[in-house]
């Protein structure tokens, strides 16, 4: 994805750009963006009212950003934000870090903590309108997108199409499981034996099974980023396969390893997030927050990681990127240690038998059961820094944006 430059030079213009930088627009919250020169290095929200000594892990997280100067939004009554404003503006100050502006934003209009001349900041508040700024007029030009709350934002990966879809995975399970005539060539399904056999079947047939699994596996994967990338969409019998495919680490991985800023990665794992069975959504809602994280989407990646740990609370992935949410990494923390998938083949080796552990796994059971397959992450070698861990949302991100004047 191209991050356009958007020029903000006036408090109406800092307020249109905010929905954007966060992905929806806030209430009830407190918004930091700093800036290391003329780009954004990061955008932090918190809940409001904060609780004591919340706002105390800011000025170390803009340290280990760089960020030289930024900007304060808080969305509420005067009661709840102005103490959370007055605090965040002497932590940073404190800490030489200067504060552009500072706003209250409450029923459509703006105060200013930052001027005490009522010519231009009346007492009133002065009115503004983001819908017909020029900044949201660029960033919805470009792609960006504020959904109008929370809410929607969360309901944009909570699951649709149940029913059909069911009846699809249940199709695309007993074909997995299907056994092909005696003797016959191994194909690219799974021998209902072989699955489901406590141990895995014996040496060289099961590790050549695998190779075959993982490979077409890794083929789905890169088909269907192509197919997003050019604004297709996977139909049911292929979104389902893709979704036991991911089960395989190896596969997964793949995934993991091939994001990068373009559309198509959020909005394949978005969708497969909403259509997966419960059972079998950890891995792709697991790629949906890496996927937005990477993009600087924090909010929609904890939202994802919240359906991929109600799916498989130990799901080891997810926990690794809400630790690095929690602890507010920036994402290029991580993204700079990801391997290639030349460098997965040499790290794992062969394809053997046991990786298809999991997915032996999720055809043993209902798919209203609960979620036990093994689980495990590979790919990641960064381990998240000891930043304090607080409340609320927040956000680390990399839309770029010009600072204001």
Known sequence: MTIPKLVLSSPAD????????????PSDSLVV???????????????????????????????????TAVF??????????????????????????RVTESLRAEGGRYWSYSCDSATCCPAEGTPYDTERSHVSAEAVM??????????????????????????????????????????????????ADELAADEPATEPAADELAARFVAEGL????????????????????????????AVVRVRDEAWALIDDRDAHVALWRDLTRRLEPGHVAPAAS???????????CALAGMALERALASDPGYSMALLLRQALAHMMSPAMLRDRMPTPEEL?????????????????????????????????????????????????????????????
Not at 288 to 294: D, F, G, I, Y
């Open 14 to 25: 800092i307020l249109a750009a905010v929905p954007y930088l966060v992905g929806f627009h």
């Open 345 to 405: 083949d040499d790290e794992m080796g062969p394809p053997r038998a046991a990786w298809l552990a999991p997915l032996r796994a999720l055809l043993a059971r209902d798919l209203t059961g609960p979620a036990s397959a093994p689980t495990g992450t590979r790919i990641a070698r960064a381990k998240p820094e000891a930043v304090p861990r607080g409340r609320g949302g927040s956000g680390v991100g990399g839309r770029q944006t010009g600072p204001p004047s």
């Open 33 to 67: 963006t700093g800036f290391a020169g003329p780009q954004v290095r990061l955008t932090t929200r918190w809940d409001l009212p904060a609780a004591s000594g919340d706002l105390d892990r800011l000025v170390p997280l803009m340290r280990r950003e760089s960020v």
């Open 219 to 246: 083929a789905r994967v890169r088909g269907a980023i192509g197919l997003y990338d050019s604004g297709g969409r996977l139909d049911d019998d292929a979104a389902a396969r893709l979704g036991l495919d991911l």
């Open 142 to 191: 470009h792609g960006l997108v504020a959904l109008p709350d929370r809410g929607s934002l969360r309901r944009s990966v909570q699951r649709c199409d149940g029913a059909a879809m069911r009846q699809v995975t249940l199709r695309v399970m007993a074909g997995l499981r299907a056994v092909h005539e005696p003797g016959g060539p191994v194909t690219d399904e799974l021998a």
């Open 287 to 297: 790629l949906l927050a890496a996927a937005a994280w990477h993009r600087g989407e």
């Open 72 to 97: 304060v939004v808080g969305y509420g009554s005067g009661a709840v934000v102005t103490p959370a404003v007055d605090t965040v503006t002497r932590l940073l100050r404190a800490a030489g870090i």
